[in-house]
């Protein structure tokens, strides 16, 4: 079990990293903190194994902060989490495990993790990681949920786009909806879309929408219904 710090001055930030921590059951979000300072008060009260830690932050920033923690006898492991992408070599002159750029993606984020676990001794459990089931042909295919692009209805089947290419799954919408409502996000009627993949929207012509999506060889449109929520959402990743 890793017990992990997030130290973010921004709320969204935090959550949002909360949110992409809550399915790894090998780990455990134990404290936040909005500075350095605070930071540093959480570490006095509790074991922590990881810090989340942002750089822009107002007082003491996050390299002050990991240079600080490098001088401990037994410091926690640091992965950076910042919106800024050219720091990365002094990031690492402070003896980062990892240097992710905002929005955190989860599967890079799984990927730090799992630096951290092999660097402090321990290991993720591999029950964490979650997969969707396709059978075509009598043959069984499993794909992990966290390649998954978005997932779209199409008449009694959903078409789940991944990494990989394309599979077809016979679990609706609603289903996956509910089991994995804190990865995805309904657009339309007919599709869900991973919300550490949304980088904007895109107006089309009759007033429609259609939702961008890094790396995706699809982008979905969004229904007016949805419009609302997902702006709410880009804007609070800005």
């Known amino acids: 079990m890793l017990n992990i710090l997030i130290v ?3 709320p969204p930030a935090r959550s949002r990293l909360r949110r992409l921590l809550g399915p790894i059951e090998a780990c455990e979000v134990v404290a936040e903190a909005a500075s350095a300072a605070e930071a540093l008060v959480r570490l006095e009260a509790q074991d922590i194994d990881l810090l989340l830690l942002d750089i822009s932050m107002p007082g003491l920033d996050g390299m002050s902060l990991a240079q600080q923690l490098a001088k401990m006898p037994e410091p926690p492991s640091v992965v950076f989490c910042t919106a800024w992408p050219d720091q990365a070599l002094e990031a690492f002159d402070c003896d980062a495990v990892d240097y992710l750029v905002k929005p955190v993606r989860s599967e890079r984020l799984e990927a730090a993790l799992d630096k951290v676990a092999r660097i402090r001794g321990k290991t993720l459990d591999a029950s964490s990681v979650q997969y969707l089931r396709s059978v075509v042909g009598g043959k069984t295919f499993l794909i992990n949920l966290n390649e998954v692009m978005c997932l779209v209805s199409e008449d009694k089947y959903t078409t789940v786009i991944h990494a990989q290419g394309e599979s077809v799954i016979n679990t609706s919408l ?17 599709a869900l879309v991973r919300i550490s993949l949304i980088r904007g929207l895109e107006g089309l012509a009759g007033g429609r929408h259609r939702v961008i999506l890094e790396g995706c060889p699809i982008q979905p449109e969004v229904s007016r219904r949805h419009l609302p929520q997902l702006r709410q959402l880009i804007r609070g990743l800005a």
Do not use: A, Q, S, Y
Not at 174 to 182: N, Q, S
């Open 8 to 10: 973010d001055d921004e």
């Open 174 to 190: 609603i289903e996956l909806e509910k089991k994995h409502g804190d990865e995805f996000m309904r657009v339309h009627r007919n």
